[in-house]
């Protein structure tokens, strides 16, 4: 790493070089955060159709395969879809504001990937380790919801705008409730630093992990990392049997396979994040000799591949919400039951050490 | 010039351009628009500033939800450009005296003699664990604690009246009691009727 910042110093000065080699070697480690990130999203579109076609008694994508090797049929074909979605074109509405129609895409994949700065990946692997992470991430995915609702305005469709009221709604409200979890995350570890959280969660095994105090919490996140992506069942901003497909009904092509990426990456994000808040991050279930051998790369990914497994889970079993269902569980049901876990949180951490001591209470206070 | 200072005047550049055009241009959407960017770049330059958790606030209040709802407002609205601006003369010379009032006070404050560059040097570096966050935290809940306390009462007071101003019952809207629903008793909805059977002649 030192060789190549000479040369760069040596190539354009002192300072620019610096400067340069910082802008260099970000832009690799961005690009390998978003490569594989990228790599994900196809394949679990694949997944999720191989999953839920399995949970129909289905075969799903059955044919695209590489080099016509027979036991990869199917592999190919996320990368024939893309390869598809490449070559056709973009359609721009008549009546549509041509800026902002396409700004909308741009701006819904901008967040979902800018996230995953602060994501630790394992206890060196991170971009950036900042100690407002939690916030930076709460800060960026609540900023996701403006290409839904330029996208739905800028259409100048019905059925888009109404998929942009619903969208923009839905978010705004399950984001207090994703939010007031968050507080009780950051109540047990003291830092808003996401690396720091991971590591106040070691101990012996799965025991110390946050989930097990915080399991109402660890549900209301989910289920608001649900809503907050438009999945289904709260997947009413699309509601493809009310209003064709919400507010991407208008875009074709590249731009709308923008949007899929966008909420196939915010999946994984809401995932990962539920991974490292509630289950351990990089952390073993259990400390003990074969299992943490193995890297606490790969224990991070196998809780995300679990936790994405619900995400395709939910959509293969529950049928959509009506709107004002979602809208009661999102103020009337997730809010207080946060305030109230809030409250008795800060009770417990404020008992005399004596008790706090004691066995089930000194695994986690 | 180094970089932080291309950044700082690059930030500022883009505010302030961004600012002018919230009240410059005609589709009211854009000008919402240009407002986020305004704050974002905002935030950017408090982020130069090492208020972390300021500049990350900023976006996350006002980015993700003031302006979001400002925005939902703002496109459903059917604005008339020609009916806004009937009467911008008129009330010109009392809108010019009020800016000209705020122009004058915030340079009072710019260039006198608390605010000028000698008093407030840039800030010093911080160590890498400093926590901003913790210090606000600090400060907000031990020394301001009542200033905090009544800032969020009032913002309690603002949200109940709100709802209160608006909430209103009326009496042909058809909306779902769940709570009716939940309780429904198989007796109310369910009559067994006891028939003879019938044959076909």
């Given amino acids: 790493m030192e060789s190549i910042r000479q040369i760069f110093e040596q190539l354009f000065g002192f300072e620019w070089g610096g400067m340069l080699y910082t802008l260099a070697s970000n832009v690799t480690f961005i690009s390998a955060i978003i490569v594989p990130l990228l790599l994900g999203v196809a394949y679990l579109t694949f997944a999720e159709r191989k999953i839920i076609a399995y949970m129909q008694i289905r075969v799903g994508p059955n044919r695209v395969t590489f080099f016509g090797i027979p036991w990869l049929r199917g592999w190919g074909q996320p990368i024939a879809d893309a390869v598809k979605a490449l070559m056709k074109e973009i359609v721009i509405p008549t009546g549509a504001n041509k800026f902002l129609f396409i700004l909308a895409p741009i701006l819904t994949i901008m967040p979902a990937l800018a996230a995953w700065a602060v994501v630790p990946f394992s206890a060196e692997l991170v971009l950036a380790d900042i100690n407002a992470g939690l916030l930076y991430i709460l800060a960026m995915t609540s900023m996701g919801v403006y290409g839904v609702i330029i996208a739905g305005w800028a259409s100048n469709s019905k059925y888009a705008f109404l998929g942009a009221m619903r969208s923009a709604a839905q978010v705004v409200s399950y984001e207090l409730a994703m939010g007031f979890a968050l507080v009780c995350v950051l109540m047990m570890s003291q830092s808003l630093n996401l690396g720091d959280i991971v590591n106040g969660q070691q101990g012996d095994s799965l025991l110390s992990w946050y989930l097990i105090p915080l399991f109402p919490m ?6 608001s990392g649900v809503a907050e992506t438009n999945r ?16 991407h009904v208008d875009y074709s092509g ?20 539920t991974a490292i808040l509630f289950l351990g991050g990089w952390l073993p279930p259990l400390d003990i000799a074969p299992l943490n051998m193995i890297p606490g790369f790969i224990w991070l990914l196998l ?3 679990f936790l994405l497994f619900f995400f395709l889970w939910f959509r293969a079993t529950f049928p959509r919400y009506r709107y004002d269902q979602i809208m009661r569980l999102g103020w009337k049901v997730f809010i207080p039951i ?6 008795v949180l800060g009770g417990i951490m404020q008992l005399p050490e004596t008790v706090r001591g004691d066995f089930p209470l000194n695994l986690w206070f | 010039m180094n970089f932080q200072d291309f950044i700082f005047y690059f930030f500022s550049t883009v505010l302030i351009a961004s600012a002018l055009g919230v009240i ?3 589709n009211p959407v854009y000008s919402a628009l240009l407002l986020v960017l305004a704050f974002v770049t905002c935030a950017g330059i408090w982020l130069l500033l090492e208020a972390e958790f300021l500049a990350i606030t900023l976006v996350l209040v006002y980015v993700g939800a003031v302006m979001v709802l400002f925005l939902f407002v703002v496109m459903m609205l059917d604005i008339n450009l020609e009916k806004l601006k009937e009467g911008f003369w008129k009330w010109f010379p009392l809108g010019g005296l009020v800016a000209l009032v705020m122009v004058v006070e915030i340079a009072m404050i710019m260039f006198g003699q608390h605010f000028s560059l000698e008093e407030m040097p840039a800030p010093e570096p911080k160590t890498a664990d400093y926590s901003n966050t913790k210090e606000l935290g600090r400060l907000l809940y031990t020394e301001y604690v009542y200033a905090f306390e009544l800032a969020a009462v009032l913002l309690l007071v603002a949200m109940i009246a709100a709802i209160a101003l608006t909430l209103r019952h009326r009496e042909d809207k058809k909306t779902l009691d769940i709570a009716k629903q939940v309780n429904v008793k198989k007796a109310e909805r369910l009559r067994i009727v006891s028939m003879q059977a019938e044959r076909k002649k």
């Fill in chain 1, 338 to 343: 946060t305030i109230i876990w809030i409250v």
């Fill in chain 1, 232 to 247: 289904a069942p709260f997947d009413v901003a699309e509601g493809e049997s009310e209003i064709v497909a919400g507010f």
């Fill in chain 1, 218 to 223: 660890f549900l209301v996140y989910f289920i």
């Fill in chain 1, 303 to 305: 809780k995300i591949a």
């Fill in chain 1, 254 to 273: 590249m731009a709308f396979t923008v949007f899929f990426l966008a909420e196939y990456a915010n999946m994984i994000l809401v995932a990962t994040l």
């Fill in chain 2, 24 to 26: 410059t241009v005609r």
